[in-house]
């Protein structure tokens, strides 16, 4: 079976443009949530997502925003991008468990702000 | 400000040993303990997970948890060179969504 799939691999932009990252979730996942994990840190929770709403968001700018489609499949949008943006941006999908769900992480998109 | 601590190492052990990570949290409410490994360059994979205080095996590795301590540890027994990457401890917030990571432990195992 196909694990978590992201799109793109790596990703390189300038200062104050947008972009939009995609997950696709473990077949029969329902939920995906995003992660951004800079060099030497643990990930940092941005979002999760199931059945097309909103279950939980961290403590990221309005700059970041997501969504899920009907197929379960996500985008994480970030716009005015800064420097600080510059990171490994991860999703994982799970089946929601009453707080006992797992996550599998996909490959990440390396994202470099210039 | 719900925490995760873990020490961040470099933790150098030789092939064949036992290596211990450890691990502590702040939120009381959680209920799911994870280990990640994360080879450099690489996405966390999961390697283990705990709900339970006690102890919980898998091959190698064993996980531990003791939640009136707020700690969970990781046991790998006869470690490889292979093992050598960073081992990161999540633990699910007290509303199930989110999983908080520690900052991860860096591995070295030498041949």
């Known amino acids: 079976d196909a694990g978590v799939t992201q799109s793109p691999t790596h990703l390189i932009k300038t200062r104050g443009q947008h972009v939009t990252l995609r997950c696709s979730p473990i077949?029969?996942?329902?939920?995906v949530s995003w992660y951004q994990q800079v060099l030497g840190q643990g990930p940092q929770f941005i979002f999760q997502?199931?059945?097309?709403?909103?279950?939980g968001r961290g403590n990221f700018p309005d700059r970041f925003s997501a969504r899920q489609f009907p197929n379960y499949s996500s985008e994480l949008n970030v716009n005015a991008l800064l420097l600080g943006d510059s990171a490994l941006y991860l999703c994982?999908?799970?089946?929601?468990?009453?707080?006992?769900?797992?996550?599998?992480f996909g490959p990440g998109t390396r994202l470099l702000v210039l | 400000q719900k925490e995760v601590e873990q020490n961040s190492g470099p933790l150098s052990v030789p092939e064949g040993a036992i290596a211990s990570l450890n691990c502590t949290y702040s939120?009381?409410?959680?209920?799911?303990f994870f280990w990640y490994r994360q080879y450099s360059g690489k996405s966390p994979e999961l390697i283990m997970f705990i709900y339970s205080n006690g102890d919980k095996e898998d091959g190698r590795f064993t996980a531990q948890l003791n939640k009136a301590s707020q700690y969970v540890s990781l046991l790998i027994r006869d470690s490889q060179p292979s093992d050598s990457a960073t081992y990161l401890c999540a633990v699910n917030s007290q509303a199930g969504t989110a999983l908080i990571f520690g900052k991860g432990t860096t591995l070295s195992v030498s041949s």
């Open positions: 939120d009381r409410g959680s209920q799911s």
């Open positions: 077949s029969g996942h329902k939920s």
């Open positions: 997502y199931y059945e097309k709403e909103e279950r």
């Open positions: 994982a999908s799970s089946l929601p468990r009453g707080g006992k769900e797992t996550q599998y």
